[in-house]
């Protein structure tokens, strides 16, 4: 009798030592696997170059000759730069670069010297804030602006007034929600739960951790169901074990159709979760491309050097 004729009565521990190992293996497999949002990202960009400004198929935020001077220095000088919809995008670049000017220049919180960009089409060039939030796309801070003397709950809820700042702790709030405070309480507890932060739904927010203000401030940010995200240093200060989760909320996002923009000074970080990579330095953006292009180009490289242990002292400060 062959090996093949064998039966599993006959060497049952073996049999099922092996089909343990099969089942390891597999689910090994299974998460290294991209997701189906992540190989959908990579055939969208297969065929885009490797070139600064470069065009894609389906960009959701087009931005053209955006300038930002702060006195004698040019914060932003961006010539153009697409984003394509629902992939994880990261800006990155050494201290000082523009990063986060550039955020707040196209989420509305800043206003540029020049400039023109388009969101989903449409120029929203100039609008404030609040009204590029209600259209879709949301931003949150490189330092958390959690309201410490409101609820966790409370501080998600305002998200659904789109990003109208800090002037709002001077209404009531139950004026806000004009008639909806059910649907918009029903929204903010789902994603309290989605970010397991239900425990802490009645706590004041000052009483959370660096970490869970900035779930915090994602689960704000998707009280009004955005289409495009822009995260500053989401993982800035947060410990590794939260640094997971927040990694799979934010490759969730994407998987679902949620296009993130992401600054990230973690080179692991952005090597291991990003379609797409946008280098700046000194206000420009020197280099884009996949995460393989970005490791081999001089541009980026030269742009670093030097920079290392700054970027290694400020991990974790913001
Ligand atoms: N409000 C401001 N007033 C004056 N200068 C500013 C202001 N905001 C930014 N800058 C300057 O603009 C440049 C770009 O700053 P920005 O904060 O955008 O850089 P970044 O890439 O986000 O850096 P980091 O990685 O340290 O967060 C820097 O030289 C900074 O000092
Ligand atoms: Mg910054």
Redesign the pocket.
Known sequence: MSADQATPREEPEDLVHQRAELVEEEARLQHEAPSEGASRAARALADVAAEPGVPKPDPILVVEDLTRS??G?K??QVDHVEVQRGTITAVI????????????LVTGF?RPDSGRWRFDGADITGRPAYRIAGSGMVRTF?LTKALMRLTTLENVMLGATGQRGERLLTAPLRFLWRGQEDQVRQRADALLERFRLTHMRDEFAGTMSGGQRKLLEMARALMVRPSLVML??PMAGVNPALTQSLLGHIQGLRDEGTTVVL?E?DMDVIMAISDWIVV?AE?RVIAEGRPDDIRRNKAVIDAYLGTRRELKE?DGE?
């Open positions: 702060f006195g220095v914060a932003v670049g050494p201290n000082g670069a523009g990063k986060s000017t550039f955020f707040n800043d490189q500053d240093e600054v000074h700046m206000g400020d913001h």
